[in-house]
């Protein structure tokens, strides 16, 4: 079991430009979630997907970040047109559901330049 | 709405002293809680976890947790503290049947000689 699986490690983008960020959850894992933390927010809740259908984007940013499940063994959490302020780490992590533990990944580092 | 309120965003104890990191959750029903780590350059680790049962659970490295219903509360304690628990400490709660984890903003544990 390798885990939660995010890639890439770190990613630089211009201000402007397209970001793709990339999570493999654990297998059979139903419960995906993506996280973004930042020195100043702390831990903060983004969007999460059940059974790979999208259940609470509450903490999504509503113009420019968007999360999709295409299937049960992978997400992406797109943002476009990056401004300095999304740099921070973005965090995937999964979970059987049911309020059992999550798991998470080691994070994908955006630096907006 | 569940919630988690950790009041203390930064700690500081000696080496070999006791450790309280306070955790207030808000939640109707029953609760499940965790306490995850986050060591320096690392991810998110699972640091022990309370579902419904005996109130004080025992985690890893040393650390226990007691749930208190009365308080609404999930204080995580140690009886030493080493220097590699130089670290932030995240409370969560989630309920049973649900999918949705919620997390506090975090106490960052220094550990001083």
């Known amino acids: 079991n390798a885990g939660v699986i995010q890639t890439p490690r770190h990613k630089v983008t211009g201000k402007g430009q397209e970001a793709t960020l990339w999570c493999e959850p654990i297998?059979?894992?139903?419960?995906v979630f993506w996280y973004r933390q930042t020195i100043v927010q702390g831990l903060e809740f983004l969007t999460y997907?059940?059974?790979?259908?999208?259940?609470?984007d509450s903490g999504m940013p509503k113009e420019r970040f968007s999360a999709q499940m295409p299937n049960q063994s992978h997400s992406t959490l797109k943002i476009q047109s990056t401004q300095p302020q999304d740099s921070a780490v973005y965090l995937c992590?999964?979970?059987?559901?049911?309020?059992?533990?999550?798991?998470f990944g080691k994070g994908t580092r955006l630096t907006v330049v | 709405a569940q919630s988690v309120t950790q009041p203390d965003a930064r700690v500081t104890v000696s080496e070999g002293a006791s450790l309280q990191l306070r955790c207030k959750y808000s939640?109707?029903?029953?609760?499940?809680l965790f306490w995850y780590v986050q060591y320096p350059r690392q991810g998110l680790q699972l640091l022990l976890k309370?579902?419904?049962?005996?109130?004080v659970v025992q985690g890893v490295n040393g650390f226990e947790a007691e749930f208190s219903k009365s308080n609404s509360s999930f204080h995580l304690r140690k009886a030493s503290v080493h220097w590699s628990d130089w670290a932030v400490y995240f409370c969560?709660?989630?309920?049973?049947?649900?999918?949705?984890?919620?997390f506090g903003s975090g106490t960052r544990l220094l550990v001083s000689p």
């Open positions: 309370y579902y419904p049962g005996d109130p």
């Open positions: 297998s059979g894992h139903s419960a």
């Open positions: 939640y109707f029903g029953t609760p499940y």
């Open positions: 969560a709660v989630s309920r049973t049947g649900g999918y949705k984890v919620v």
């Open positions: 997907f059940r059974n790979q259908a999208p259940i609470d």
């Open positions: 992590a999964s979970s059987l559901g049911g309020g059992t533990e999550v798991f």
